[in-house]
């Protein structure tokens, strides 16, 4: 007999509050198994109006201060692709999943740089 397990929340951190980040917060912000949203944004003024249209829960301009909240469990990386690279690469905590938003900027991504959670 399987044994009943409640699915685990995941602690979303947006990158980016543009179309992109946006569209991705509205999707996260109706899962049922999305229990914390936080977006960074370069641009206060969107940053602010991203995060009142999807309820987030830390809205923040700098990404790093973002993505060193014990609630980010996963990422979405909704930059730029110049901005999106180096933030991989400038990453400050190894807890989270990333997901990014160009397939280009994927295939160049070394293998280790997508582990970074293994």
């Known amino acids: 007999m399987r044994s009943e397990r ?3 929340q995941i602690g979303l951190a947006i990158v980016g ?3 992109i980040g946006l569209i991705r917060g509205e999707i996260a912000a109706k899962h049922p198994n999305v229990g914390w949203i936080g977006v960074a944004e370069i641009r206060a003024d969107r940053a602010k109006e991203v995060a ?18 014990p609630e980010a469990t996963a990422a979405v990386i ?8 180096l933030l991989m690469y400038d990453r400050t905590s ?3 999943s990333v997901a990014m938003t160009e397939p280009k900027r994927q295939q ?3 293998s280790a ?6």
Not at 52 to 69: H, K, M, P, S
Not at 113 to 118: A, D, F, V
């Open 6 to 8: 409640s699915p685990k």
């Open 17 to 19: 509050a543009g179309r």
């Open 52 to 69: 009142e249209r999807i309820g987030a829960d830390f809205v923040t301009t700098d990404y790093r201060e973002l993505l060193a909240r």
């Open 78 to 85: 909704a930059t730029d692709e110049n901005r999106g690279s």
């Open 94 to 96: 190894g807890s989270q």
């Open 108 to 110: 160049r991504m070394t």
């Open 113 to 118: 740089m997508l582990s970074l959670s293994r």
